[in-house]
């Protein structure tokens, strides 16, 4: 089993940076995939980055160029740093992971882009 915990959400300014932090626990970290997710008012839940587990990145086309996803196995811990942000941006981000056939998502964290 696969218990996955956001956190470094929170308020910040256009144009700002903040990293987001994914911990996961239970075994098998190093050998599955975890993606960023997150969903705004109203909006459907979408994509916005995936590291593999030899750490192949894959982002939204929104996100390209500001946002970078990364994993230490170590730590078993996938961070996702955030710069340029943009109001748009808001939204609540879940960590995802997909581990013998069964979905985990975290709890979220709030993160909000606003003067």
């Known amino acids: 089993q696969v218990q996955l915990v956001e956190s470094g959400g929170g308020l910040v300014q256009p144009g700002g940076s903040r990293r987001l932090s994914c911990a996961a626990s239970g075994s098998g970290f190093s050998s599955y995939a975890v993606g960023w997710y997150r969903q705004a008012p109203g909006k459907q839940r979408e994509m916005v980055a995936v590291?593999?587990?030899?750490?192949?990145?894959n982002y939204a086309d929104s996100v390209k160029g500001r946002f970078t996803i990364s994993r230490d196995n170590v730590k078993k811990t996938v961070y996702l740093q955030m710069n340029t942000l943009k109001p748009e941006d808001t939204a609540v981000y879940y960590c995802n992971a997909d581990y013998r056939a069964t979905t985990y998502w975290g709890q979220g964290t709030q993160v909000t882009v606003s003067s």
């Open positions: 590291i593999s587990r030899y750490g192949i990145t």
